[in-house]
């Protein structure tokens, strides 16, 4: 519920990497992702761990193997709840400077 | 900036301070769904065999074609999926969509989207791709703060 897992699991570069990977192909089996990196496949699988704690990716088995999704709903909620937030803010007091440069004009 | 080539079977999901059957609403009463949809509202009765279809709530154009496949309120519905918003995504065949509810304890529930059976319809797995996101965060945010995105 709360944003520091997310906040924390995009803090490490290998976790953005592989949520790189999953938005260029979604879907893929651990051996897959773990092929793309220079990595032991127990760090790759601990690191996915920490993006699945973090809602960041979903898995779901398709016969024996266990696929993983990205999941960019946690991103989209941190855009609208804090990015928004401030780049209104920006437009807004935009939108001033512009009220006030005409007005002294 | 990489390219991506929209799955096949994409999976969201969002915690929810909602029970069940709160959510099970907000997927199927339009006072909710026109709020975070699109603006969309859906013509159903949400049972196996019934119609899906979403309109603007305007009362006009349809933009989603489909019917239940399964239904067992408050946990889970299965309808098939066409996207009638562009004329290119209205040419592929159906896809299907299912919502999973799951309570995860403390007034807390779990909603999973899983938008599958894509491999024919490539325009519309790269056209819902974001929109996902963004209904399941609007949702959220309706839900708990009885406030839409935009409000």
């Known amino acids: ?105 | 900036m990489t390219t991506m080539t929209a799955s096949a079977t994409q999976v969201y999901s969002v915690f929810v301070r909602a029970t069940p059957e709160q959510l099970w609403d907000a997927i199927t009463k339009p006072e909710f769904t026109r709020r975070y949809f699109y603006g969309s509202v859906f013509d159903s009765t949400f049972e196996a065999g019934s119609k899906y279809c979403g309109y603007a709530a305007d009362g006009g154009e349809q933009y989603v074609d489909g019917e239940v496949i399964e239904a067992s309120k408050p946990n889970k519905l299965v309808t098939s999926w066409r996207a009638l918003w562009a004329e290119a995504l209205a040419a592929e065949p159906y896809s299907r969509v299912t919502w999973e509810i799951e309570s995860a304890g403390d007034g807390v529930s779990k909603l999973t989207v899983v938008h599958d059976k894509l491999d024919d319809a490539p325009a519309t797995a790269e056209s819902v791709a974001g929109g996902w996101s963004y209904v399941l965060s609007g949702m959220k945010s309706v839900v708990e703060t009885g406030k839409a995105l935009d409000e």
């Open chain 1, 1 to 105: 519920m709360d944003d520091d897992p997310v906040f924390k699991a995009l803090a490490d570069p290998t976790r953005r990497h592989l949520l790189d990977r999953l938005f260029e192909r979604d879907g893929r089996t651990l051996t897959e992702l773990e092929s793309e990196l220079e990595m032991t496949r127990f760090g790759v699988m601990k690191h996915l761990r920490v993006l699945e704690e973090a809602g960041l990716v979903n898995t779901r088995r398709e016969g024996r193997a266990k696929l993983h999704y990205l999941n960019p709903v946690p991103i989209r909620l941190i855009h609208d709840r804090w990015i928004d937030k401030y780049t209104e803010h920006r437009v807004a007091a935009l939108a001033d400077l512009k009220t006030e440069l005409e007005e002294s004009a």
